[in-house]
């Protein structure tokens, strides 16, 4: 077992306003282990979980140390908002397709909003597991504040035609 396999997973249980208990993570590999956690226990289609993180890119340029993370690094930033768009096309929605066992996503469901005070992707698709149809839902929003991402990942059972 290495290092990184001892590390304990940050994951805080909060309870919404609708009196929905969501997990929220503090770690990528947290959150992408407990995504393929349950969908091997078959609950893939009634999910709802967020992760609040520092993109590694940015760990990377602070040398992993987010006492150190530029104050430039935020909504505000052509740099920083391009690298966080790579980082989530490239490598957080590819890692989700792992999860769920659906390396063929495409997330055809695409879209931008950008205000003074954020900007948020919003990405989804319907697909299919064990013969059950359900659509993935993940919202990633990043603010002028800081550095801080924040994605919403929910799945949810769609009628079969």
């Excluded at 290092?3 to 909060?14: G, I, S």
């Excluded at 908002?81 to 890692?95: M, P, T, Y």
Aim: hydrophobic share 30%; charged share 35%; net charge negative.
């Amino acid at each position: 077992m290495t290092k990184k396999d001892k590390k304990e997973v940050k994951v805080q249980t909060v309870t919404t306003e609708d009196g929905e208990t969501v997990k929220v993570f503090e770690d990528l590999q947290g959150f992408e282990t407990f995504i393929a956690n349950e969908t091997e226990d078959d609950d893939f289609d009634h999910l709802h979980c967020k992760l609040n993180y520092y993109p590694p890119f940015v760990l990377h340029e602070s040398h992993e140390d987010p006492e150190k993370i530029s104050d430039s690094a935020n909504s505000h930033s052509k740099k920083f908002v391009r690298h966080l768009h790579q980082h989530i096309e490239k490598h957080l929605l590819k890692d989700i397709k792992q999860a769920v066992r659906k390396p063929e996503l495409k997330f055809h469901e695409k879209s931008k909003e950008e205000t003074f005070d954020k900007i948020t992707w919003h990405y989804g698709e319907e697909t299919e597991y064990h013969n059950r149809p359900f659509k993935i839902d993940v919202k990633v929003v990043c603010t002028h504040e800081d550095a801080m991402v924040f994605v919403d990942y929910k799945t949810h059972p769609v009628a079969a035609n």
